[in-house]
């Protein structure tokens, strides 16, 4: 059921946005929950998902059921006659997006930041979330969002979804100026709450709580406090 539905996200994603943020986004969510998820369990459900999808395409070709999907993909990758202009706009736009965050080290602000890309580079997008939030909101700002979406996913203990919207938006950074999209700013918002709070407890309300709770039962202040 899962790879199922795994499939048709993934190919609804793609097909009906033609940006590549959807094809690796769901890419990497998927393999993400595949091996923090892997059993023995998973791995005969896998055989059994693709055995059972290739027989489900060997069915459904004759009838070319299958052909909206091709010819998405044709039209994104191969038949793109903008994908070496595209290349090298990103370029030029990327190191503009460098040169400007330089010289506006704490942001030109929302309204300014198209305008001053396009003074530098000819074009007002730099094609990448991160870069385009540290000239937008200012480097300190973006590292702390930087941080608090790497934090996220490599947390020992961590909350899954917190994970899997922090990958969303790092795969979909780098190929979009995502950062002031409603969706993508409440999903940073929740990493750097989710971060500020588990770091909050693991560092000062931890031990906190175990000193309370041996002065409750009678130990003192002789406690031994928790291990990080």
């Not at 090298?88 to 503009?96: L, M, N, P, V």
């Not at 010289?103 to 990448?128: C, K, S, Y």
Request: contains cysteine; hydrophobic residues 55%.
């Amino acid at each position: 059921m899962l790879f199922a539905i795994f499939i048709l996200v993934y190919l609804a994603s793609f097909t009906l946005t033609l940006n590549r943020s959807g094809l690796f986004a769901v890419i990497a969510i998927g393999l993400y929950f595949y091996f923090r998820n892997f059993s023995i369990r998973m791995l005969f459900s896998t055989y059994f998902g693709f055995a059972l999808s290739a027989l489900v395409i060997a069915a459904v070709l004759p009838f070319g059921i299958l052909d909206f999907a091709e010819q998405a993909f044709s039209k994104r990758f191969v038949e793109d006659s903008h994908s070496t202009d595209n290349v090298q706009e990103r370029w030029t736009t990327i190191a503009g997006g460098f040169q400007v965050m330089l010289d506006h080290p704490f942001g030109v602000g929302f309204t300014a930041r198209i305008q001053e890309l396009t003074q530098v580079a000819g074009i007002g997008t730099p094609h990448n979330g991160f870069l385009a939030t540290a000239y937008a909101s200012g480097i300190p700002f973006c590292l702390l969002a930087a941080f608090a979406l790497v934090y996220t996913i490599l947390r020992k203990r961590k909350v899954g979804f917190f994970a899997y919207s922090a990958i969303a938006v790092i795969i979909g950074y780098q190929f979009e100026e995502l950062n002031f999209n409603p969706v993508f700013m409440a999903h940073v918002g929740l990493a750097l709450a989710y971060a500020s709070i588990d770091l909050d407890f693991r560092f000062f309300l931890k031990n906190a709580m175990m000193r309370l709770t041996a002065m409750a039962s009678g130990g003192g202040s002789s406690a031994v406090p928790f291990s990080r």
